[in-house]
């Protein structure tokens, strides 16, 4: 398509004019990642109007925003939030519960400010521009595959670090609402899976970018799917067991780690990395016991099983993984088929970290602690359960790649071993009830006292 209107007329003006409102709306954000510290600036990296902001009706503005707070490393840039708001005279009732706010002064003042993506004209907008690849200002449209027109639009609200809107049924799109430089993993990796022919995976079939960073991803819907999280749920609440879902969810995980093998580089765990990493372990260890001191007792017994995982080579390659695998990151079609989504890796992570070579124990383990959470939800809480999952899991994942996890101890013990440390300074400090699920696993690993 031609490029349209750009960056905005007196972008400065306009930021001073936004920035009373971001102080107050932005903390308040479930995608914000710098909740308990304070906001003492906002930059502006770019500024577009996607639909010109001069009439009467809507206008939508989409800006790549720093956002300066205290405590930030030396050297580290300020933390960039991708944003889509919506520029109207009037806001009709449909939309009040978007609102932002009123802006008092500036080039746009006097106009109602709220989230873009609720309004299904903005967000039916921003589809037309995926379906004309091409350029507005410094926004790039990328597709692989002409789309269908005039999808119906609905914003999903179930998300946490990210934004997404569904098309008709037919695709979502996942927006990233903290921008990294680099091509983020969830549109890199289902792009290396779909040209592996891994069929685990939606391939991406739009997506747009500034040049330096990936902003948002288009893939199929898959409709009729659930959740494993709530599949296991239910499993539970049902007095069913889910050995079998899990078993073939193992094999799952496995033709998408030997899928991205052979599309990815890899490399050799050797000594060095492999004490690099139990040294990481160590020291994120180190500093959970100081935040919460039910760990204490546990910690000689913690720190040898993540010292053995400095001994763990010969246990697989080191190579691209998911990097965040949860029950809550798979799908599970009609036909019983699983699918594997949301590539993007622990978004408090840094990109370079988050698309780094790492062993595939570390996703079995993030899913084995998975399996310890769902049976948490069951009263009593239903520990065996959890344990048969845990099995059936591994068992399917060695069928499908021909080597089991659990011939190689140390290394997924190490890494279910630092998953339940970070679990239990998330829990003591968001949802203390839930602190006896991961405590129940660092009893486990931890040994006897």
Not at 88 to 95: A, F, V
Not at 288 to 305: D, E, F, I, Q, T
Not at 323 to 341: E, F, K, M, P, Y
Request: proline share 10%; glycine share 8%.
């Amino acid at each position: 398509m031609p490029e349209t209107a750009s960056t905005t007329r007196a972008p400065d003006a306009l930021l001073a004019s936004l920035t009373p409102l971001l102080h107050a709306w932005l903390p308040r954000q479930r995608w914000f990642a710098g909740k308990g510290r304070r906001v003492t600036g906002f930059t502006l990296d770019a500024a577009t109007e996607l639909l010109p902001l001069d009439g009467t009706g809507p206008g939508l503005l989409h800006l790549l925003v720093r956002v300066e707070q205290p405590g930030r490393p030396a050297g580290t840039p300020a933390d960039c939030y991708q944003l889509l708001l919506g520029v109207r005279p009037q806001l009709p009732p449909r939309l009040a519960p978007a609102l932002i706010g009123r802006l008092r002064q500036g080039p746009l003042a006097g106009r109602a400010v709220y989230e873009g993506l609720r309004d299904p004209r903005l967000a039916g907008l921003l589809y037309e521009r995926l379906r004309s690849p091409g350029r507005t200002g410094p926004l790039r449209f990328h597709a692989t595959a002409p789309l269908p027109p005039a999808l119906a639009p609905r914003m999903l609200d179930a998300e946490q670090s990210n934004s997404s809107l569904v098309y008709g049924d037919s695709f979502i799109l996942k927006i990233f609402r903290r921008v990294s430089p680099g091509a983020n993993p969830d549109l890199e990796l289902p792009l290396a899976l779909a040209g592996a022919g891994c069929e685990r995976v939606p391939a991406p079939v739009a997506w747009f970018e500034t040049g330096a960073a990936t902003l948002g991803v288009l893939q199929p819907y898959l409709r009729g799917s659930r959740d494993g999280w709530r599949l296991a749920l239910d499993a539970l609440a049902d007095g069913r067991e889910f050995t079998a879902e899990a078993r073939q969810l193992g094999r799952a995980t496995a033709e998408v780690h030997l899928a991205l093998a052979g599309a990815l580089p890899t490399e050799r765990l050797r000594r060095d990395r492999a004490a690099h990493l139990a040294a990481a372990m160590d020291a994120r260890l180190h500093a959970a016991a100081k935040a919460v001191p039910a760990l204490l007792p546990y910690v000689p017994g913690l720190r040898a099983v993540l010292a053995a995982a400095g001994d763990a080579t010969g246990t697989g390659p080191l190579q691209r993984i998911h990097g965040d695998l949860h029950l809550g990151q798979t799908l599970r079609g009609s036909d019983g088929a699983w699918a594997v989504i949301d590539f993007e890796g622990e978004p408090a992570k840094s990109l370079d970290e988050r698309r780094s070579p790492q062993p595939p124990v570390r996703d079995i383990a993030g899913m084995l602690r998975s399996f310890d959470y769902a049976a948490r939800t069951h009263r009593p809480w239903n520990a065996e359960w959890a344990a048969r999952c845990r099995a059936a899991y591994c068992t399917g994942y060695a069928e499908a790649a021909g080597t089991d996890p659990r011939d190689h101890p140390a290394l997924l013990h190490a890494y279910e071993t630092d998953k339940a440390v970070y679990e239990v300074v998330y829990e003591a400090r968001h949802r203390p009830d839930w602190l006896p699920v991961p405590m129940a696993a660092i009893q486990r690993l931890a040994g006897p006292r």
